[in-house]
Protein backbone atom coordinates (compact mmCIF):
# COMPACT_ATOMS: atom_id res chain seq x y z
CA UNK A 1 0.00 0.00 0.00
CA UNK A 2 1.41 3.37 -0.97
CA UNK A 3 0.89 6.53 1.04
CA UNK A 4 2.80 9.30 3.16
CA UNK A 5 2.35 8.86 6.79
CA UNK A 6 5.49 10.54 7.60
CA UNK A 7 3.78 13.46 6.38
CA UNK A 8 -0.34 12.51 6.96
CA UNK A 9 0.80 11.42 10.68
CA UNK A 10 -3.09 10.88 10.92
CA UNK A 11 -4.12 8.91 7.96
CA UNK A 12 -5.32 6.23 9.58
CA UNK A 13 -5.31 4.08 6.10
CA UNK A 14 -2.23 1.87 6.60
CA UNK A 15 -3.24 0.76 10.37
CA UNK A 16 -6.54 -0.37 9.41
CA UNK A 17 -5.46 -2.49 6.12
CA UNK A 18 -3.18 -4.09 8.41
CA UNK A 19 -5.81 -5.14 10.56
CA UNK A 20 -7.82 -6.68 8.60
CA UNK A 21 -4.69 -8.14 6.73
CA UNK A 22 -1.21 -8.36 8.34
CA UNK A 23 1.20 -8.94 5.25
CA UNK A 24 0.32 -5.58 3.50
CA UNK A 25 3.58 -3.88 2.85
CA UNK A 26 3.58 0.18 3.15
CA UNK A 27 5.16 2.48 0.82
CA UNK A 28 6.03 5.43 2.47
CA UNK A 29 6.62 8.01 -0.72
CA UNK A 30 7.81 10.78 1.05
CA UNK A 31 10.43 8.52 3.32
CA UNK A 32 13.06 6.78 1.22
CA UNK A 33 13.86 3.15 2.80
CA UNK A 34 17.06 3.65 1.37
CA UNK A 35 19.14 6.36 2.74
CA UNK A 36 21.31 7.17 -0.31
CA UNK A 37 17.69 8.49 -1.97
CA UNK A 38 16.67 12.18 -1.07
CA UNK A 39 13.31 12.74 0.82
CA UNK A 40 10.60 15.24 -0.63
CA UNK A 41 11.35 19.09 0.76
CA UNK A 42 8.55 19.86 2.90
CA UNK A 43 7.28 23.21 3.81
CA UNK A 44 6.50 24.81 7.11
CA UNK A 45 3.12 23.50 8.53
CA UNK A 46 2.20 20.99 6.27
CA UNK A 47 -0.48 18.64 6.94
CA UNK A 48 -3.29 17.05 5.36
CA UNK A 49 -4.42 20.08 3.24
CA UNK A 50 -0.63 20.59 1.47
CA UNK A 51 -0.39 18.30 -2.05
CA UNK A 52 3.75 17.87 -1.55
CA UNK A 53 3.32 15.85 -5.40
CA UNK A 54 2.20 19.57 -6.81
CA UNK A 55 5.99 20.06 -6.93
CA UNK A 56 7.53 18.56 -9.28
CA UNK A 57 11.27 17.70 -7.64
CA UNK A 58 8.96 16.39 -4.74
CA UNK A 59 7.06 14.35 -7.97
CA UNK A 60 10.25 12.76 -9.30
CA UNK A 61 11.87 12.14 -5.42
CA UNK A 62 8.47 10.33 -4.57
CA UNK A 63 8.60 8.27 -7.79
CA UNK A 64 12.81 7.47 -6.70
CA UNK A 65 11.21 6.33 -3.56
CA UNK A 66 8.45 4.22 -5.31
CA UNK A 67 10.72 2.31 -7.94
CA UNK A 68 13.43 1.50 -4.82
CA UNK A 69 11.19 -0.30 -2.88
CA UNK A 70 9.00 -2.05 -6.03
CA UNK A 71 12.37 -3.31 -7.08
CA UNK A 72 12.64 -4.92 -3.57
CA UNK A 73 9.44 -6.19 -3.87
CA UNK A 74 9.32 -7.58 -7.16
CA UNK A 75 13.17 -8.06 -8.45
CA UNK A 76 11.82 -9.67 -11.69
CA UNK A 77 10.17 -5.90 -12.98
CA UNK A 78 13.02 -4.03 -12.25
CA UNK A 79 13.72 -3.24 -15.80
CA UNK A 80 10.32 -2.12 -16.62
CA UNK A 81 10.24 0.01 -13.01
CA UNK A 82 13.28 1.81 -14.19
CA UNK A 83 12.04 1.99 -17.75
CA UNK A 84 8.94 3.53 -16.73
CA UNK A 85 11.00 5.74 -14.04
CA UNK A 86 13.11 7.25 -16.14
CA UNK A 87 10.22 8.25 -18.73
CA UNK A 88 8.37 10.02 -16.19
CA UNK A 89 11.20 12.01 -14.77
CA UNK A 90 12.27 12.67 -18.39
CA UNK A 91 8.54 14.21 -18.92
CA UNK A 92 8.86 16.45 -15.58
CA UNK A 93 12.27 17.33 -16.58
CA UNK A 94 10.62 18.32 -19.81
CA UNK A 95 7.64 20.18 -18.81
CA UNK A 96 9.55 21.80 -15.77
CA UNK A 97 11.96 23.62 -18.49
CA UNK A 98 9.46 24.34 -20.81
CA UNK A 99 7.25 25.95 -18.20
CA UNK A 100 10.37 28.26 -16.69
CA UNK A 101 11.35 29.25 -19.75
CA UNK A 102 8.23 30.90 -20.61
CA UNK A 103 7.71 32.04 -17.26
CA UNK A 104 10.96 34.28 -17.73
CA UNK A 105 9.23 35.78 -20.24
CA UNK A 106 5.87 37.56 -17.77
CA UNK A 107 6.39 40.88 -16.92
CA UNK A 108 4.10 40.62 -13.50
CA UNK A 109 4.55 37.37 -11.43
CA UNK A 110 2.14 38.73 -8.66
CA UNK A 111 0.18 35.78 -7.69
CA UNK A 112 -2.64 35.14 -4.53
CA UNK A 113 -3.84 31.45 -3.48
CA UNK A 114 -6.79 31.32 -2.37
CA UNK A 115 -6.42 27.17 -1.78
CA UNK A 116 -4.23 25.55 1.27
CA UNK A 117 -2.99 22.47 -1.76
CA UNK A 118 -0.99 24.66 -4.04
CA UNK A 119 1.39 25.71 -1.99
CA UNK A 120 4.03 23.68 -3.26
CA UNK A 121 3.07 24.12 -6.86
CA UNK A 122 3.50 27.83 -7.04
CA UNK A 123 7.14 27.12 -5.17
CA UNK A 124 7.95 24.40 -8.08
CA UNK A 125 7.50 27.56 -10.54
CA UNK A 126 9.42 29.72 -8.13
CA UNK A 127 6.12 32.14 -8.00
CA UNK A 128 6.04 34.01 -3.77
CA UNK A 129 2.29 34.39 -3.23
CA UNK A 130 1.22 37.04 -1.20
CA UNK A 131 -0.30 35.91 1.85
CA UNK A 132 -3.47 36.28 2.52
CA UNK A 133 -6.55 34.73 4.70
CA UNK A 134 -7.70 31.77 3.34
CA UNK A 135 -11.48 32.14 3.65
CA UNK A 136 -13.94 29.12 3.56
CA UNK A 137 -16.50 29.84 0.31
CA UNK A 138 -19.63 30.55 2.68
CA UNK A 139 -17.02 32.63 4.18
CA UNK A 140 -16.97 35.76 1.85
CA UNK A 141 -19.63 38.54 2.35
CA UNK A 142 -19.68 41.07 0.19
CA UNK A 143 -17.53 43.63 2.63
CA UNK A 144 -14.33 41.44 2.57
CA UNK A 145 -15.27 40.57 -1.21
CA UNK A 146 -14.89 43.93 -1.72
CA UNK A 147 -12.04 44.87 0.34
CA UNK A 148 -10.23 41.57 -1.15
CA UNK A 149 -11.01 43.52 -4.90
CA UNK A 150 -9.11 46.52 -3.45
CA UNK A 151 -6.14 44.39 -2.81
CA UNK A 152 -5.66 42.50 -5.51
CA UNK A 153 -6.07 46.00 -7.14
CA UNK A 154 -3.51 48.00 -4.94
CA UNK A 155 -1.02 45.06 -5.37
CA UNK A 156 -1.16 44.94 -9.00
CA UNK A 157 -2.05 41.17 -8.94
CA UNK A 158 -1.94 39.29 -12.07
CA UNK A 159 -3.39 35.80 -10.89
CA UNK A 160 -5.87 34.39 -9.00
CA UNK A 161 -5.68 30.85 -7.80
CA UNK A 162 -7.89 28.01 -6.64
CA UNK A 163 -8.48 24.26 -6.51
CA UNK A 164 -12.57 25.00 -7.20
CA UNK A 165 -14.21 27.16 -8.78
CA UNK A 166 -14.98 30.16 -5.59
CA UNK A 167 -18.52 31.56 -5.56
CA UNK A 168 -19.76 33.82 -8.47
CA UNK A 169 -19.73 37.17 -6.50
CA UNK A 170 -15.94 36.59 -5.75
CA UNK A 171 -14.85 35.44 -9.36
CA UNK A 172 -16.59 38.45 -10.50
CA UNK A 173 -14.75 40.71 -8.32
CA UNK A 174 -11.16 38.57 -9.41
CA UNK A 175 -12.24 39.70 -13.08
CA UNK A 176 -13.54 43.08 -12.30
CA UNK A 177 -10.09 43.99 -10.65
CA UNK A 178 -8.20 42.96 -13.47
CA UNK A 179 -6.70 39.74 -12.32
CA UNK A 180 -7.54 36.18 -13.89
CA UNK A 181 -8.40 33.76 -12.06
CA UNK A 182 -7.15 30.14 -12.83
CA UNK A 183 -8.39 26.75 -11.57
CA UNK A 184 -6.13 24.00 -11.28
CA UNK A 185 -7.21 20.17 -10.81
CA UNK A 186 -5.36 18.73 -7.77
CA UNK A 187 -6.35 15.46 -8.23
CA UNK A 188 -6.04 14.38 -11.35
CA UNK A 189 -5.99 10.61 -11.63
CA UNK A 190 -1.96 10.76 -13.92
CA UNK A 191 -0.48 12.60 -11.24
CA UNK A 192 2.30 13.88 -14.12
CA UNK A 193 -0.26 14.89 -16.89
CA UNK A 194 -2.09 16.62 -14.12
CA UNK A 195 0.93 18.76 -13.02
CA UNK A 196 1.80 19.49 -16.33
CA UNK A 197 -1.79 20.84 -17.03
CA UNK A 198 -1.61 22.61 -13.65
CA UNK A 199 1.85 24.32 -14.73
CA UNK A 200 0.50 25.17 -18.02
CA UNK A 201 -2.10 27.08 -16.98
CA UNK A 202 -0.79 29.18 -14.46
CA UNK A 203 1.92 30.04 -16.93
CA UNK A 204 -0.44 31.18 -19.41
CA UNK A 205 -2.57 32.96 -16.97
CA UNK A 206 0.60 35.01 -16.07
CA UNK A 207 0.96 35.77 -19.85
CA UNK A 208 -2.43 36.52 -21.30
CA UNK A 209 -2.50 39.88 -19.78
CA UNK A 210 0.64 40.73 -21.56
CA UNK A 211 0.21 43.26 -24.75
Known amino acids: MID ?15 RSNIRIVEIDAARPVDGALPGIALRPGSDLHAYPWLNPTNLGRMADVLASDLERLAPGAAATIQANLATLKKQLLEATASNE ?12 SLSERLGYLLAGLNLDPLDVEIQADDGWTETNIQAFAEELKSEDIALVLHHRQPPKPLADAI ?3 G ?8 EAADPVAGLESDM ?4 EGLLAGQG
Open 175 to 177: AAS
Open 101 to 112: TRLAKADNLSVI
Open 179 to 186: ARLVVVDT
Open 4 to 18: LRSIWSDDPLYPLAR
Open 200 to 203: KAIV
